[in-house]
C-alpha cells in the first residue's frame, strides 16, 4: 500500500506570496495532520482534520489555512509568506483522531521563502 | 512553553553500543509517548511507543522504560549501528487529542 503522499516535493516562493500544499493520506486512513518543521526543531502542529472537519489548530496564524476534501485528501494554503514560514511542512495520517494514536508521516514539501 | 524536553542534542555512539536518549514531560495529562526516527529528506517515522501503565517496552534493539512519577522516559538503543544513524524525537500526546508535542530532536551518530 501507499503511504502518506505530498506534493510538491520543493517549492520556492517569494515574501507576501500565497502557497498550496497537498497531501494524500493512507488509503482507508481519514484524519490527516499538519506540522512545520524548522531546520534543527521538531515538528509543530499545525492542523488536524477529520471528515472534513478541524478537530484542532495550533498556535499558528490565521495566514495558515486548511481544508480537507471527500476523499479525506487535504491542502495546508499559507498567505502573505514571511521568511519564517520557510520550512518542512509535514502531513501525517491516521484511521482516526483519537481512537488509534499511530500517526504515519509522509515525506514533507520543503518550502523556501525568499 | 517547552512540554517536551529532550537531551542530548547530538550523540555519537561507536558501534555495538548503546544509544541513550532522555526525555522529559510537564503534562501530567499526556497518556502516550511515541518516539520517532527521521532520516534526512524524509519525514518522521514511528519507531516505537508506550503507554504510562507500562514502565518499559522493547522491541528488538530499542527500549523505551518509563518513569511516571519522574515524568520520564528514554529511548535505549543495544548495539547501535551505522544504519541508527539519524535523528530521533521523543514525543508525547493525550486520549482524544491527535496533536503529537514533540521534543527537539536527538541527531544520533553512529561511527564504525
Known amino acids: 500500500d501507499a503511504g502518506v503522499t505530498q506534493s510538491p516535493t520543493h517549492l520556492i516562493k517569494t515574501r507576501g506570496q500565497q502557497v498550496t500544499l497537498r497531501c494524500s493520506p493512507i488509503s482507508g486512513h481519514k484524519s490527516v495532520s499538519w506540522y512545520q518543521q524548522v531546520l534543527g526543531q521538531g515538528p509543530q502542529f499545525i492542523f488536524q482534520?477529520?471528515?472534513?472537519?478541524?478537530?484542532g489548530r495550533g498556535n499558528f496564524p490565521d495566514r495558515f489555512s486548511a481544508r480537507q476534501f471527500p476523499n479525506y485528501s487535504s491542502e495546508l494554503n499559507v498567505n502573505a509568506l514571511l521568511l519564517g514560514d520557510s520550512a518542512l511542512y509535514l502531513c501525517a495520517s491516521s484511521l482516526d483522531p483519537g481512537g488509534s494514536y499511530e500517526q504515519y508521516f509522509g515525506p514533507g514539501t520543503r518550502l523556501t521563502v525568499t | 512553553q517547552q512540554q517536551v524536553k529532550q537531551s542530548p542534542q547530538s550523540l555519537i555512539v561507536q558501534k555495538g553500543g548503546i544509544s541513550i536518549i532522555n526525555c522529559a514531560y510537564e503534562?501530567?495529562?499526556?497518556?502516550?509517548f511515541p518516539w520517532y526516527q527521521q532520516f534526512p529528506g524524509k519525514g518522521p517515522a514511528l519507531l516505537i511507543a508506550i503507554r504510562p501503565d507500562v514502565s518499559e517496552k522493547k522491541e528488538g534493539r530499542f527500549t523505551i522504560s518509563f518513569n511516571k512519577s519522574a515524568k520520564q522516559f528514554s529511548l535505549h538503543i543495544m548495539d547501535s549501528q551505522p544504519g541508527d544513524s539519524a535523528t530521533y524525537f521523543c514525543a508525547a500526546s493525550m486520549v482524544g487529542y491527535q496533536k503529537v508535542t514533540f521534543g527537539i530532536g536527538t541527531k544520533l551518530q553512529v561511527i564504525p
Open positions: 482534520y477529520y471528515e472534513k472537519e478541524e478537530r
Open positions: 503534562n501530567t495529562a499526556f497518556d502516550y
